[in-house]
């Protein structure tokens, strides 16, 4: 018995992994309030002798529990506190463990920018205004919202891609692919100006593809990048 151990002999060193192995008790048989009071109170007060791993790990598991038990903007708080916490940490002290925990947080917070931009549609005038005033300031807003939605998601998963961080950076890699396979799709499937003629509207679509097939080899480089090394 873990509980009987650890009262004890207080002072073995085993006790330290002994803490951490009833958390997981906890965790595994879905006793959730249980399993985040032993990990909040191993990395709040760590006991003597608690490595920076088991700290950090212990943060982490808080942090499952948090994504099964609450909603997703309390589980972004608790990333955000731990990310502060590394920012803390000097180079020296990040093992590849800690790398790991880093890239997960990071990729975490990738991918919600990565859905704010996904989500964007060149989709013309709301209203289905026909003014071709209109259509021009939408379509050139929804561009711009796009390219820079693309900017910015390539910029928070590349920050993942360098890092150790083992499978996430792989993660972030496939991602951006992804993105770039997004924005070609988007631009394919983008609104045609219905103050077009049919040949000008045939002419622009063709306009569209010849943009999209650039996004479309950045892409696949991606995709290759993580074929090569897998």
Do not use: C
């Amino acid at each position: 018995n873990n509980n009987l151990y650890m009262s004890t002999y207080p002072e073995d060193e085993r006790t330290i992994g002994k803490i951490i192995d009833n958390a997981k008790i906890y965790q595994k048989f879905d006793q959730d309030v249980a399993a985040r009071k032993a990990y909040s109170a191993f990395h709040t007060k760590p006991p003597e002798g608690a490595t920076l791993e088991m700290v950090f790990f212990a943060r982490m598991q808080e942090g499952e529990i948090i994504r099964k038990t609450e909603n997703k903007y309390k589980l972004d708080k608790h990333w955000t506190t731990i990310l502060n916490q590394f920012k803390k940490l000097k180079p020296e002290q990040m093992t590849p463990l800690l790398e790991t925990f880093k890239a997960q947080i990071l990729f975490e917070k990738a991918q919600q920018e990565a859905q704010k931009y996904l989500d964007v549609q060149i989709s013309g005038p709301k209203g289905g205004s026909t003014s071709q005033r209109a259509i021009d300031k939408a379509l050139k807003s929804q561009l711009k919202a796009k390219q820079d939605g693309l900017k910015t998601t390539v910029e928070k998963y590349t920050e993942v891609v360098n890092m150790n961080g083992g499978e996430w950076k792989l993660a972030a890699v496939v991602e951006i692919g992804k993105s770039f396979d997004n924005y070609a799709e988007t631009i394919i499937n983008s609104y045609i100006p219905v103050y077009l003629s049919e040949d000008q509207s045939e002419m622009y679509q063709m306009n569209l593809e010849d943009r999209s097939y650039q996004y479309q080899q950045q892409a696949i480089g991606y995709y290759q990048k993580v074929l090569e090394v897998s």
